[in-house]
């Protein structure tokens, strides 16, 4: 029988054993991968980079740079600082909007927090056509009054919008900056326009190059160019050669925008904000805000909000000196908590998509028509399939708006119209719906006080909303609200301009973070 001594040195030795052999095996994965370790597997990443203990140390890059090693912290670590601590700012909403201002006010060195009642991006923010795009239809419209259905129209609508004008041109400035700032999740897309009249070949090639003009030498994608006739039939083979009246086609104008992941988008900005020293927090609701003295008193002011934890149903509250509110659709409950006779301005206005069979497009080129009603109809290759859509009506705020059928109806139709293999109800794979937060000015009588733009609004108490806008322009919109919520108090600048979300580093001029997520 063995002696405790023994026993005690075999262990000793066993250990020392496999201390040095995992050294060993370490230093022969290393001298394998060659100090490239794009393709590991997280299982060797891990291994080739902790020491015996198992703690992760920075990688060295190949041109010598240091990448620090980070994970999130636990949801009880976000909640312990919820419940702790006094922020700076509390942003309602963990949207596209929502976190886009985590990230911002998280870089200008403030104290954020951020809640979030469902998941991250379970609302309007997953349910997009993809894109990342400057918006072609309102460049049209800022030299048309409509869409011109004959040459004549084109003199007779001429005029120039400087407010379309400007949506275009603010919205193309951040298509290159979301392109720039996930190279590894967002692509450059070619989009067919079709022209069945011989004058709308050189509208829509004017169109496109003042299109690429205006984004100037921050485009990031491909110039637009006209594409003939059979080189279009050969590109996308299930475009008619004829339109319902009888016209040939003519030829197409190829424009390029950008096409992302729009839920995995949202998750990289919160999960860059966190990176930065949110406290983030996911099914977390709010039930009220809180404030100081009595609603209508000069020193009424919003001073947090108690909010509950869905996972584990405990309600606390979460103090801050400044509250904004980012629920999109939402945004008018949250700011009535706030200021009971605050006037709606949301517009709730659904637009729903289609998933069809992936022969209706082909896998590098997407599809843009305008539809009978002045509106646009994409047919864009996704992830094995192709996403039709969208559709824009008037509606009431629901949680999970569904498509229609009568969206369904007009989607297939205007498809159809184009297409030389009609497709019916039996091939749509699947659909969803959201809400756009159109804002609506409190003063207009009707829907021509609809804001092209996103819009920053105050009620009483000093909350702030940020609403409006589009998923393109998350950024600026974050920019703004920022901005006018430090105007009576102190903040840095913004620095969102530059900066890179998770897994991304040195892409062009743009300056990413050195932090790898694993």
């Not at 403030?110 to 609302?123: I, M, P, T, Y």
């Not at 708006?401 to 794979?429: C, H, M, Q």
């Amino acid at each position: 029988m063995r002696t405790p001594t023994a026993l005690v040195a075999a262990a000793a030795a066993g250990y020392g054993g496999w201390y040095y052999s995992t050294l060993a095996t370490k230093e022969r994965m290393r001298a394998q991968l060659g100090g490239t370790y794009r393709t590991v597997s997280p299982t060797t990443y891990r291994m080739v980079h902790s020491d015996a203990w198992g703690q992760m140390a920075p990688i060295e890059c190949e041109d010598g740079s240091m990448i620090e090693l980070w994970s999130p912290p636990s949801r009880a670590a976000q909640m312990k600082m919820l419940k702790n601590e006094e922020f700076d700012v509390l942003i309602i909403g963990g949207g596209a909007t929502g976190a886009g201002l985590a990230l911002d006010a998280a870089t200008r060195g403030l104290k954020v927090a951020v809640v979030e009642r469902d998941d991250f991006a379970s609302g309007t923010s997953s349910r997009s056509t993809k894109l990342i795009h400057g918006g072609i239809r309102y460049l049209l419209l800022t030299f048309q009054k409509k869409m011109p259905e004959t040459f004549f129209d084109l003199f007779r609508n001429l005029r120039f919008d400087a407010a379309n004008y400007h949506v275009v041109s603010s919205d193309l400035y951040e298509r290159a900056y979301m392109i720039d700032s996930a190279p590894f999740m967002t692509r450059p897309l070619p989009m067919m326009i079709p022209m069945y009249k011989w004058w709308e070949v050189p509208l829509m090639w004017t169109g496109g190059k003042f299109y690429d003009a205006i984004a100037g030498s921050r485009r990031r994608v491909p110039a637009s160019h006209f594409m003939s006739k059979a080189e279009a039939i050969y590109t996308f083979p299930t475009l008619r050669a004829k339109d319902a009246e009888g016209r040939s086609l003519k030829g197409c104008l190829v424009l390029y925008d950008g096409q992302m992941n729009d839920t995995r988008m949202n998750l990289s900005i919160i999960l860059t904000a966190s990176q930065y020293g949110a406290a983030i927090a996911n099914h977390t609701s709010v039930e009220k805000l809180l404030h100081t003295s009595e609603y209508g008193k000069d020193d009424y002011k919003i001073t947090g909000a108690t909010v509950t934890d869905k996972v584990s149903g405990e309600t606390f509250n979460v103090r801050a000196k400044q509250v904004i509110n980012a629920t999109g659709p939402f945004c008018d409950t949250v700011r009535k908590m706030a200021d009971p006779k605050a006037e709606n301005i949301i517009v709730p206005a659904q637009g729903a998509h289609l998933i069809l069979p992936d022969y209706l497009s082909p896998d590098h080129m997407g599809f843009v028509r305008m539809t009978s009603d002045g509106r646009v109809l994409y047919f864009l290759p996704w992830e094995g399939s192709t996403i039709a859509g969208t559709t824009d009506h008037m509606t009431d705020v629901v949680d999970l708006p569904s498509a229609t059928e009568n969206e369904v109806d007009f989607i297939l139709k205007e498809a159809n119209a184009i297409l030389n293999r009609p497709i019916t109800k039996e091939g749509v794979r699947a659909s969803w719906a959201g809400l756009r937060p159109l804002v609506k000015s409190p003063d207009a009588n009707d829907t021509k006080g609809i804001a092209r733009d996103h819009v920053v609004d105050i009620v009483s108490g000093g909350l702030v909303t940020v609403c409006g806008g589009k998923w393109t322009t998350y950024r600026r919109m974050a920019e703004d609200g920022l901005n006018k919520t430090l105007e009576t108090r102190p903040g840095g600048p913004c620095r969102s301009g530059h900066l890179g979300l998770q897994h991304c580093r040195n892409a062009g001029t743009t300056v990413f973070p050195q932090i790898c997520y694993v």
